[in-house]
């Protein structure tokens, strides 16, 4: 609380604190709006509290990169997820019959990496070679805050906010001195969801699961 009051006090003269973390003004931090207009055109947009880009649906710019609204996903995680490789949300390569290897590929709509036969090509496609690097490369980096929140993820939450379970799978209040990574077990369940092995487990409205989920 105490970081957010300091943010208040020197955002107008820096011009630095927006949303979960002060990034230098970052547009990935600015809340999308859907424009006037009626050429309704798909889009993406960038969500700081759980660290994803998400379907936005908004009236077709003239000019993209100077708001929180994307053409692409891949745009929207180039620009706001950095980190993220561009190769974890790359198709993997179709099969070529006997040309194919064991391989990993990653899929992003459930956060898992799963064995597969397919062509080893160049180093942009979504192909590893074995779970544990395509598990290392994307998984612990795509899901970053559901399995590995950092203390600096908890600087503009009140308290230590909600994390992600791994052993019950399920949202859970963070204890004292371990943040959770979001600010509340709704938005935990958001974009930890896929993880979940039993969906029936969660709440409808908080299935954000599908290939393309709406905000």
Known sequence: M???????????ALGLCS??????????????????????VKGWSYDPDLDKCYVFDHVRRS???VENIFLSESSC???CRPPVPAKCYAKPPSSKGTLD???????????????IRAPVGDQGENVFSSNASCTRECRGVDLRLCLNATEA???YID???????????TCKEAADG???GFRSGEDCLKRCGPLVDNKCRLPIQDMLTCDEPQK
């Not at 979960?20 to 547009?27: A, E, F, I, L, S």
């Not at 290897?101 to 064995?115: H, I, K, M």
């Not at 308290?159 to 799978?169: I, K, L, V």
């Open 77 to 79: 995680n180039q620009r």
């Open 2 to 12: 105490y970081k957010e009051i300091l943010c208040t006090l020197i955002a107008a």
């Open 101 to 115: 290897l064991p391989v990993s590929t990653y899929d992003p709509s459930t956060g898992t990496c799963l064995d």
């Open 153 to 155: 993820d908890c600087d």
């Open 178 to 180: 371990f943040c959770g």
């Open 63 to 65: 000019d993209y990169g």
């Open 19 to 40: 949303g979960q973390n002060p990034k230098d003004g970052n547009v990935c931090l600015e809340t999308p709006k859907l424009g006037q207009g009626f050429n309704i």
């Open 159 to 169: 308290g230590w906010g909600y994390g992600y379970d791994s052993e019950d799978q």
